[in-house]
């Protein structure tokens, strides 16, 4: 009980220490704060050089996680109701992104973009967080459907309903919380990615991770602590939907 104590502190800490530091007045970071007030937020709503890379990270974010969700449902539904060969092949090289080195991916995928002329494109982009969210979503969707009966559905189609209605009632109703949960990993993990991102964008196309770490790179601005608090309440937003969601089902 003790260690686990520990390790609550050492991850809640932190971050009661920036959202404390987000309503900090002072120009520079640091602890405990000289002055306090909204100067952080002001400063994040008002400067058009946080807020284009925010709104490119939501709307690129949203973009992949969506489609992603749609191409690996379809995927393990291929996987799991069907009879196709090569399955574990397939799923192998679906998890192929999750295994494979984050910087080497960078570098290959660097000189593949370049040929292609795809640096710093938005649809290039798209591209990659899709590729690399689709692990996520093939495990999670993945292990719910099998823990679904298929008799659900026969059952179903014994009684009189028809295949599209069985399926929509039974199989995705009983996989929409595993749908809503990958596509909040997914969504997540394309707003947060940075590494493969700082190597295929550009001047043109900067995310807001990437921006965050060029800012850091020069001298870390405060705003950041905003940035972080915001981001921090809408994942927890994120995770009571869906608790709620799943309660529902």
Known sequence: EGLLALVVI???VPTVIVVLLSFSGDKFIRFPPQSWGPRQYETLFGSDEWLAPLWRSLGLGFSSALLAVIIGFSAVMALY???????ELLQFLGLGPLLAPSVAYAV???????DLRLLGSFFGLLMVHITMALPFVLL?????ISRVPRELELAALSLGASRTRAWRDITLRL???ALVASFIFAFIGSFDEAIVTSFLASIGFVTLPVEIFSSVRFGVDPVITAIATLLTLATALLMVIYGMMRRRT
């Not at 109701?81 to 399955?87: C, E, I």
């Open 81 to 87: 109701r069907t009879a196709a060969p090569g399955k």
């Open 140 to 144: 999670i969707i993945g292990a719910a």
């Open 10 to 12: 050492f991850m809640v």
């Open 108 to 114: 290959a995928l660097y000189s593949l973009f370049a």
């Open 175 to 177: 996989l929409m919380p």
